[in-house]
């Protein structure tokens, strides 16, 4: 007899993982929900219903962590802490749909959670084209119209299944395009738009430039601001039914990496999310057309940066697809000591681990051997 680690990761781990034990078919999905432990944080929990979270935890077998003065109510609120196996949660939340206080929606926000628990999703590789002078990596490379013409082709070749097209830069410190000049830079790669085989976005958080693009056959918005920084632009997201990438950011590129602070970074970011989806939703986008991107390097420090991407899990919970754009960023020269054009393989480091946690879209520069790189990992965690 021997003892080993049992790496299960996921509940398509677990039920690979139970299936070569040899358990009956009829206890297959149970025993797999049993080998997979998390934690679940509830916030702004009444002291009356999170003691009958912790109640209820008890009784199924697991247990919560309240705020110690919850048990004589002598605090208003309390953030919960509920661990559990999966098995254990559901058996929860299904308990809690049955209680008062509020608890039956959060029972159903836990199944919702839970039921997101599975192998990575397939990616997709986001090619970047910046029309720019002064992009951070590859400002001035591509502004020249045939250059960027040829680069745009170049993407699609490289094998990207979406191209993310931009003309205006948004590294810290830019100052803001004007609108005519912002049009005048895009006009010779319009056209190239409704020909396309693959997805076209625009980068842009201007309605008229975004209302152009869409026009010329664009698919998705890839908005900075999360459409906050033109009242019209969740009104052209609407009409065209377009899809949208809503990133967080931290004040404006003119001054977001001015001394940056949050005392939670994720739960600012999770809150900002939340809001916007919301504000979507009551503006009549369709909820199957929103992408998050936490905004790696948009109005963050160093430590924040890694945090979001050690915590990206956290924000795959919504339910939406997510996006990250690490490629060449300048967090990843600070770690390696390298400058934009020499980040390729710490690039890719941080795409395959994003990868794994649950990111599906990867907005990036270099595509072929982005795309090499999660094919392989993709390979390696299927499932027959």
């Keep these: 007899m021997k003892v080993r680690k049992k790496l299960?990761?996921?509940?398509?781990?677990?039920?690979?993982?139970?299936?070569?034990?040899?358990?009956?078919?009829?206890?297959?999905?149970?025993?797999a929900e049993k080998t997979i432990f998390r934690v679940l944080e509830i916030e702004e929990v009444s002291s009356p219903a999170a003691n009958v979270i912790k109640q209820v935890a008890i009784s199924r077998g697991s247990d919560a962590v309240v705020h110690r003065k919850v048990i004589k109510n002598d605090v208003e609120k309390s953030t919960v802490l509920l661990p559990g196996t999966i098995r254990e949660l559901k058996l929860i939340s299904e308990e809690l749909k049955k209680q008062p206080f509020g608890l039956s929606e959060i029972g159903d926000e836990i199944l919702l959670i839970l039921e997101s628990e599975g192998a990575p999703e397939a990616f997709s590789i986001m090619g970047v084209l910046n029309v720019t002078p002064d992009s951070f990596s590859d400002g001035g490379d591509y502004f020249d119209e045939k250059d960027a013409q040829m680069r745009f082709e170049g993407i699609k070749k490289e094998g990207a299944d979406i191209i993310d097209v931009g003309a205006e830069s948004s590294r810290p410190g830019s100052t803001r395009l004007g609108i005519q000049e912002e049009l005048n830079r895009l006009k010779s790669v319009f056209p190239l738009f409704e020909?396309?085989?693959?997805?076209?976005?625009?980068?842009?958080?201007?309605?008229?430039?975004?209302?152009?693009?869409?026009?010329?056959?664009?698919?998705?918005?890839?908005?900075?601001?999360?459409?906050?920084?033109?009242?019209?632009?969740?009104?052209?997201?609407?009409?065209?039914?377009?899809?949208?990438?809503?990133?967080?950011?931290k004040g404006t590129p003119e001054t977001m990496q001015d001394e940056?602070?949050?005392?939670?970074?994720?739960?600012?970011?999770?809150?900002?999310?939340?809001?916007?989806?919301?504000?979507?939703?009551?503006?009549?986008?369709?909820e199957d057309k929103i992408i998050l991107d936490p905004g790696i390097g948009f109005g963050k420090r160093q430590e924040d940066n890694l945090k979001i991407l050690s915590n990206i899990e956290e924000i795959t919970s919504y339910g939406f697809p997510i996006l990250i754009g690490t490629s060449r960023k300048s967090f990843i020269g600070r770690i390696t000591g390298t400058d934009a054009k020499n980040?390729?393989?710490?690039?890719?480091?941080?795409?395959?681990?994003?990868?794994l946690k649950g990111v599906s879209i990867f907005r990036v520069h270099d595509v072929r051997q982005t795309r090499n790189a999660l094919s392989v990992i993709s390979a390696i965690g299927e499932k027959e």
């Design 8 to 31: 299960i990761e996921n509940l398509s781990d677990a039920k690979a993982a139970v299936e070569t034990v040899g358990v009956s078919n009829d206890v297959k999905e149970t025993m």
């Design 195 to 249: 020909k396309s085989s693959i997805p076209v976005s625009i980068d842009t958080y201007k309605s008229e430039v975004a209302e152009a693009a869409l026009s010329s056959g664009a698919k998705i918005v890839n908005d900075i601001s999360a459409l906050r920084m033109d009242r019209r632009m969740a009104e052209v997201v609407r009409d065209y039914g377009s899809r949208v990438v809503l990133m967080h950011m």
């Design 260 to 286: 940056p602070y949050y005392d939670d970074v994720m739960k600012e970011i999770g809150e900002f999310f939340e809001e916007r989806i919301e504000f979507c939703l009551s503006s009549g986008v369709d």
């Design 343 to 355: 980040r390729l393989d710490a690039s890719i480091a941080t795409a395959v681990y994003s990868y």
